[in-house]
């Protein structure tokens, strides 16, 4: 089977990832029409934003079936652990339209970190020693924490909107986290806490595109988690991220396809998991080898704002490849210039933060850099912003300070009450 000529593409999602998908996506010349949904201001730009919720499943199946979609691409994990994939799929009216990510079972990697953990312990994949624990195992909890050298990590094991991850330096400080996480902190995404050991090293993301057999890896980037400079403060969504990483050589790249990316295609074949889409592996360099921190079943972000504009090939033949079982036959072509992106937050995120404040300075940012909204909306002909991470500026260059300087300038362009973005990106990479 193949995608017609011409494709009509439905994209979930609202997102700085999901606007970067919608720019790739507004560049190929099979795109006929394209839809997001719900989108923002910046998607809006590239094609039709839709009133509609990724989740409400019977919503996007009558879209769909209205406006002859050919494809759907899901950006955001909520949709893919609560089924999008096995929905169409078992639906005989919609189930000739390929849905780019996961079934419900290939979406347990991310939506469960236990069944990961025990996925990766079945498959030989390199990670952290772990345990899971719930409240009827809370004593034998804390003993594991007491085996454990400081500092201690705490998952809760469901979705938690990126929140669910706790690193802790004394033990009493696990043991009362662990309590509280299993007492409803994180809802029932903390009914059962994953605890593992800490590994020390520097991270990376590595992407790769799967068909559930054949694999594409695509670029390599870096995301920077915390709020302040110097990797310090509250975790956040990403304050930037870089690709390519220059610790991830030939020799370190060569060790994560053989050690990791193999082992975990040839684990969803053997444990008989559906998988179309892509899988994004959180990794931990420590000493020169390679260790899973986690798995996502989508896109990271900001890393796609930094990923997607060095994919020099087609993205609906990417898409179509993943969908129809035939990416061995795509040619994967990869800008050696290097991205960088800034991501522009609300004042006060990660905590509260206002909404609805006015943006200016978006028509005089320099070609040389693309602006991908985050959290934005529109209200009549203003750009107003709807989210603490409200834009991410990617620029490509020749090395790193070369696209960091562009992405700055374009950053010192934009402008609204309360902005903050880091000044450090990338620094710790020119080391």
Known sequence: MKLPASVNVLLLGSGGREHAFAWKIAQSPRTARLYIAPGNAGTAQEGTNVDLQPTNFGSVKQFVLNNNINMVVVGPEEPLVKGIWDFFHEDNEIHHVPVIGPSTGGARLEGSKDFAKAFMMRHGIPTAAYKSFSKETLEEGYKFLETLKAPYVLKADGLAAGKGVVILPSLEEAKAELRNMLDGKFGAAGNTVVIEEFLSGIECS??????????????????????????????TGGMGAVSPVPFADERFMEEVRRTIVEPTIEGIQKDGIVYQGFIFIGLMNVEGKPYVIEYNVRMGDPETEAVL?????????????????????????????????????????????????????????PSSSTVFHAGTTKKGNTV?????????????????????AKSYAAVEKIDYEGKYFRRDIGQDLLK
């Open 309 to 365: 504009p060095r994919i020099e090939s087609d993205i609906i033949g990417l898409f179509e490849g993943i969908a129809f079982g035939r990416l061995d036959e795509y040619e994967l072509k990869i800008s050696p210039r290097t991205a960088t992106t800034v991501v522009c937050v609300s004042g006060g995120y990660p905590e509260s933060y206002a909404k609805g404040i006015p943006v200016q300075g978006l028509d005089t940012i």
């Open 384 to 404: 107003c912003t709807s989210g603490g991470r409200v834009f991410a500026v990617t620029s490509l260059g020749e090395s790193i300070p070369d696209a960091l």
């Open 206 to 235: 590595v992407f790769v595109a799967t068909d559930g057999k054949n694999y594409k890896i695509l670029p390599v980037a870096k995301d920077y988690k915390r709020i302040g400079e110097g990797d310090t403060g509250l975790n």
